[in-house]
Nanobody, 125 residues
Framework: QVQLVESGGGLVRTGASLILSCAVSGRTLKYYPMGWFRQAPGKEREFVAAINWNGDNTYYSDSVKGRFTISRDNAKNTVTLQMNSLKHEDTAVYYC??????????????????WGQGTQVTVSS
């Protein structure tokens, strides 16, 4: 079983940056495509970014493309989401997730098997 723990959330102002980290334990991260999702109050959980098993390919939602960067370090079993130029609408709980299928770039919540507990990101305008 894979355990995922997110960290790095917080309260920032519009235009600021944050780095979210996801620490993976229980099984090696190396072969799993990974994703970041977010859920704002009253809204469904939505795809933010995904990365393939070795970090060569990344995928982003239109709303964060050009501002967020997903990366991974398989040696350290971590996945990172660098968030720049934050907007008020980026306010949400951010979740890290692991996809056991091996298919990279998937964007649906149900396609990811393991989830972290989430970390809150609040962007004040």
């Amino acid at each position: 079983q894979v355990q995922l723990v997110e960290s790095g959330g917080g309260l920032v102002r519009t235009g600021a940056s944050l780095i979210l980290s996801c620490a993976v334990s229980g099984r090696t991260l190396k072969y799993y495509p990974m994703g970041w999702f977010r859920q704002a109050p009253g809204k469904e959980r939505e795809f933010v970014a995904a990365i393939n098993w070795n970090g060569d390919n990344t995928y982003y939602s239109d709303s964060v493309k050009g501002r967020f960067t997903i990366s991974r370090d398989n040696a350290k079993n971590t996945v990172t989401l660098q968030m720049n130029s934050l907007k008020h609408e980026d306010t949400a709980v951010y979740y890290c997730a692991a996809d056991h299928s091996g298919v990279e770039g998937r964007r649906e919540v149900y396609e990811y098997l393991d989830w972290g507990q989430g970390t809150q990101v609040t962007v004040s305008s």
